[in-house]
């Protein structure tokens, strides 16, 4: 099965460009963040033209999370237990979505940005990630074999190799030793990533901001992530960045992250 991950930042702006994308490479699963539409503004019909099925949460303009697969969309799932809303009152947004694809339990997630590190919504992204952490390990704790893959736009770059220049984010969200902490607490839940081994170093990023020529300067980061079960990373034959997706008119800020899964034994 070939997986992959893509924040799209509007999946009706780039729509002609997902599609082409998932007909050349041979994709069984794609999941996606940032729709930023509503479930019945979704552009179902150019999807499973292409064969697949749909599964979408969208409760606005902005956020919007889907996984779109050929291979099975089984027991789907909106949100995680005990995940956090935003809002006055407060009101789980559309970030988390879950499915069985041909055995592989997928999340496509939307983790907060944080904004600032002084504002509130640095406090939701903390209770987030946490939240996410511990219904994580609560699979596993359920079932320890089970092949589950967290695949998404993590907001948080976990190592300083993972930005161009930490002199640059001093201060600055998505590299706190909080945020890091959170982000590695899942891995500690029992959870791998199966991509930097097999795309290792400092330069290999995920996301380039539009402003400021960030992509031609290189001035990225790897925020991008499929976080896999033991038992699922067991049978990761290859990962990649297709990074000449951030190329051209029209892209989004984040590239493709794509990873191949061997049938299980």
């Not at 699963?29 to 499973?48: G, I, S």
């Not at 499915?99 to 600032?116: H, K, M």
């Not at 359920?142 to 001093?170: F, K, Q, Y």
């Not at 990761?236 to 990074?243: C, F, K, L, T």
Request: with cysteine; glycine share 10%.
């Amino acid at each position: 099965m070939r997986l992959a991950t893509w924040n799209v930042n509007s999946i009706r702006a780039r729509l002609e460009r997902v599609t082409s994308w998932l007909a050349r490479n041979d994709v069984d699963v794609l999941a996606v963040q940032e729709t930023k539409c509503r479930d019945r503004q979704f552009p179902r019909d150019a999807f499973t033209a292409l064969g697949y099925e749909v599964l979408h949460h969208g409760l606005s303009q902005w956020n919007g999370v889907a996984i779109v697969s050929r291979v099975g969309l089984e027991d789907p799932e909106r949100g995680f237990a005990g995940m956090p809303g935003w809002g006055e009152p407060r009101a789980p947004e559309a970030r988390a979505l879950g499915a069985t694809c041909d055995g592989v339990r997928v999340w496509s997630l939307y983790v907060p940005n944080g904004r600032d590190l002084a504002d509130p919504h640095m406090e939701y992204k903390m209770r987030w990630l946490r939240a996410l952490g511990s219904a994580a390990g609560s699979w596993l704790a359920e079932d320890p074999g089970a092949p589950i893959a967290l695949a998404g736009d993590w907001n948080v770059a976990p190592r300083d190799e993972d930005v161009w220049d930490m002199a640059d984010l001093e201060g600055m969200t998505h590299v706190s030793d909080r945020e890091r902490r959170a982000f590695d607490a899942v891995l500690d839940a029992g959870f791998h990533d199966v991509v930097r081994p097999r795309r290792p170093g400092p330069g290999v990023y995920t996301y380039w901001d539009h402003q400021r020529l960030r992509f031609p300067r290189g001035q990225g980061m790897r925020i991008d992530f499929v976080l896999a079960s033991t038992a699922l990373a067991e049978r990761v034959s290859s990962a990649s960045i297709d990074r000449s997706e951030r190329k051209g008119k029209g892209a989004s800020d984040h590239a493709p992250v794509v990873v191949d899964v061997d049938p299980a034994g």
